[in-house]
């Protein structure tokens, strides 16, 4: 397993942007298949983005596909999320996830074998 440590989550307006950052610890990084996921008060835990091992694949959710980006970068061990355009309803915890499988992009949280603790992000209107 990986250990992953979100970054980046803060409060931000309607129309904004975020950028969230993904370090996972590691030497097989590079072989994960590494999600973005969210989770908003009283709701289930939702796929946002996803990224194949050599992020070449990605895959988005309906909901913010066109102002979400996921992209990776191997030798720092790290996967991103910018964010652009943020919405009220963007507002929950990210948290990002990795899965052994490095090609295929599951939307299933419980297919992904280890999780960061979450970063709080939260866009006024």
């Known amino acids: 397993q990986v250990q992953l440590v979100e970054s980046g989550g803060g409060l931000v307006q309607a129309g904004g942007s975020l950028r969230l950052s993904c370090a996972a610890s590691g030497r097989t990084f590079s072989s994960y298949v590494m999600g973005w996921f969210r989770q908003a008060p009283g709701k289930e835990r939702e796929f946002v983005a996803g990224i194949n091992w050599s992020g070449r694949i990605t895959d988005y959710a309906h909901s913010v596909k066109g102002r979400f980006t996921i992209s990776r970068d191997n030798a720092k061990n790290t996967v991103y999320l910018q964010m652009n355009s943020l919405k009220p309803e963007d507002t929950a915890v990210y948290s990002c996830?990795?899965?052994?499988?490095?090609?295929?992009?599951?939307?299933?949280?419980?297919?992904?074998?280890?999780w960061g603790q979450g970063t709080q992000v939260t866009v006024s209107s």
């Open positions: 996830a990795a899965r052994r499988d490095g090609e295929h992009i599951y939307i299933s949280p419980r297919l992904y074998d280890s």
